[in-house]
Nanobody, 125 residues
């Protein structure tokens, strides 16, 4: 069974940057669409971004467009989420998930065959 591990979270000041990483154990990420979701305290889980296997589909939530960039690195077999211009509203636990699909309506609540444990991102002055 695919197992995902997130890393790269931490505390950053408003306007700062972080890069989250999603890696897999036991199996490669290469055959899965990978998505990042986040959940802030007291809020429902929110889809952030996804990237398809062939890199032909990439989606971003409106709240992060122009600030976040998702990418795949085949050499390291990781998916990254580069987060720039962070603001306190970005504070959340960020989860990477794997599924067969990244395309229109990917941000439905039933997306995601497997998930990592999450990494905490705190944006605060």
């Amino acid at each position: 069974q695919l197992q995902l591990v997130e890393s790269g979270g931490g505390l950053v000041h408003p306007g700062g940057s972080l890069r989250l990483s999603c890696a897999a154990s036991r199996f490669s990420l290469d055959t899965y669409a990978i998505g990042w979701w986040r959940q802030a305290p007291g809020k429902t889980r929110e889809a952030v971004s996804c990237i398809s296997v062939k890199l032909d589909n990439i989606y971003y939530a409106d709240s992060v467009k122009g600030r976040f960039t998702i990418s795949r690195d085949k050499a390291s077999k990781r998916v990254y989420l580069q987060m720039d211009s962070l603001n306190p509203e970005d504070t959340a636990v960020y989860y990477c998930g794997a599924d067969a699909y990244c395309g229109p309506y990917w941000d439905q609540s039933d997306w995601g065959e497997t998930w990592g444990q999450g990494t905490q991102v705190n944006v605060s002055s």
